[in-house]
């Protein structure tokens, strides 16, 4: 993936650049708003970072300059503001996810990854599958093999998050903001626990376990086969 | 002529102050009052100034003319004895007239021009010569026994000729209206003077009583700024205008004592809350900087740095939010939502852990509206289950949790109950503090904010948060206003 990353802060982009380098993409970096400006209209990138406050040009303002233009690149607002509103404010403007500062770097790297998702074909899928679980999002039919698993509608949304970015590391606050649309944190784990019934209906009696734990990042349903 | 003196008063009451008083005497004449007072002391002191001079000039003209007619009459009483009797008459009669003390002044002259009879010494030149039907205001000396150099006298005269070339000069004194006009002059000195000085004496002391409670509220506030959050305006008990700003100002300087004492309460509970990670994070640092040899114990030291990162986020997280949410000043979006489904989710969100934990989580909801806002309240409800199942595990017993909406009296209730130990009524108010944490609950995980965040947001919603007795257990109720 081309990702382009427009932040001032020289230390924190370097480190970005390098971790996004090791992790298999190819990294920009503007180090303010009117640089980022001209690489961004240059345009070719599949996710761009974008720090809301910027030397010379704002951040919200360079994504308005691209969404008015028909650029429809996905964009990650980076931001020390991170309240409700301040988030709605950065979703308005055309930013397309908003992750408050100080950040996981599995964090955003997940979002990056999740948004790139979002513009691939089969967005439009309506049955998901992972290995031999199948997942149909009309029927709401979920199976494992020929097995049948009943699933909670809060559970089903869950795995349809899940599979719909099989492959991918999937945040706690990705799933709560995505599947709960709650945007705080709640203090205790409860994710891990919802998690983990889950992954009792869908894994519990099989050999191979479809869904992981990604240490210190998250969650990631894939076919450990392939 | 006559405001000179008044001036003079004034600038040299002014001098006569002595040096150590000049401060406060400044002070006085700095104030509006005495400014707005000088003012209307000058405007008075005009209007009387003109009023006398209107009137002495009236008095004046009407004691002219009377002398002019007394002259004229007897101008022609005298020409009606010289038709009578001639020059001889005349002469007697003015002799006669002229040697009794009063007002009247006569002179006679022969056709050479030298007095024959009459009572004045000394007139200038020509006065006689220039007869006429007018009377005219000439100075003269009066011829008297004694010789008085001073006794040059001003006289209202008209002077007529007699057939035979004899000159007759009759006259009246004036005198005795220029005593007048002095007399009304001196009283009108007196007048402004003691106006004046009345003037000056009043507003002193009205000012200096104004100045004292003003000078109070200043060095108050002077104190205050100064760091002394002690000092409070005194009351008179009067109710006037300064009785009731100071008691608006000492409202305002209690508020600021509450607002000082709580910021000093959060900074040296952020200093120690805040500060203990810290250090630990120090620490773990070090740890894993150190040259053990062992990259597992490396590695486990630094993943505890990113939990106590993750930790002190979290902490300064909810610190942003209260401020936020107190400072009140973004006013948050408040719609109607059913209660029904904030607390459902919730409740789903938490009912997993809850079972692993072994708490009964139930709901008792009835389909509410209320005005609210759905991330915030939400937020406020996770807390509250939170803490229930943190703290509101009874010592024996199956741990039981509540969650209810029920309706009463024009409020909506939104109440979170558990049959633990509760919270002493004495804590009640301190927990929703920040950082306030209490003794049984200090070593587990927590920062001491949750509490003070359902508080912040509850008041946010105009929503009184009241924490009460289960029995047993901690109830903690919002009252919603209904949508």
Known sequence: ?226 | MIVMPAAREASAKKARQPPGQMSAVGRVFRTTAVKLSLVYLAVFSLVTIALVTYLLSSINAILTSELSDAVNAEVRELLNQYEIGGVLRVVTLVDSRSRQPGAGLYLITDPSGNPLVGNISDLPEGVVDRAGTSVRAVPYRRLSHETDANSHHVALVRVFTLDNGFKVLVGRDVGEREKFSGLIGEALRAVLVVTVLLGLVTWWFVSRSVLKRIDQVTHTANRIVAGDLSGRLSLTGSNDEFDRLAVGLNHMFDRLTDLMRGLKEVSDNIAHDLKTPLTRLRNRAEEALADTGDPERAESALEGVIEDCDSLIRTFDALLTIARVESGNQTIALSPVDLSDIVGEVSELYEPLADEEGVELTTSVAGEKALANRELLSQALANLLDNALKYGRPAEGPARITLSVTREAGAVLLAVADNGPGIPETDRGRVLERFVRLERSRNSPGSGLGLSLVAAIARQHGAPLVLSDASPGLKAIISLQPA
Do not use: C
């Open chain 1, 1 to 226: 993936m081309r990702i382009l990353i427009i932040e001032d802060d020289r230390e924190a982009a370097a480190y970005l650049v390098k971790a996004l380098r090791e992790a298999g993409h190819v990294a920009d970096h503007a180090a303010d708003g009117d640089s980022g400006w001209n690489f961004a209209e240059d345009g070719g990138y599949d996710v761009m970072v974008v720090d809301r406050m910027l030397p010379r040009r704002d951040g919200l303002s360079i994504i308005e300059g691209l969404r008015t233009k028909g650029d429809q690149t996905p964009v990650l607002i980076l931001s020390a503001l991170g309240q409700v509103d301040d988030r709605v404010t950065g979703l308005r403007a055309g930013g397309d996810d908003y992750l408050p500062k100080p950040y996981a770097f599995s964090e955003l790297l997940a979002r990056i990854e999740a948004l790139a998702r979002r513009r691939r074909p089969g967005e439009a899928e309506t049955v998901y599958r992972v290995g031999e679980l199948t997942l149909d999002r009309l029927s709401h039919e979920v199976k494992r093999g020929a097995e049948e698993i009943q699933l909670q509608p809060r559970e089903f949304r869950l795995l349809e998050y899940l599979m719909k970015h099989a492959g991918q590391v999937v945040t706690r606050t990705m799933l709560l903001e995505n599947v709960w649309d709650y945007h705080f944190d709640p203090q205790t784990n409860v994710i891990d626990v919802h998690m983990s019934r889950l992954r009792a209906k869908i894994d519990k009696g099989h050999d191979r376990s479809l869904l992981s734990t990604v240490r210190g990042a998250g969650y990631m349903i894939r076919d450990q086969a392939k």
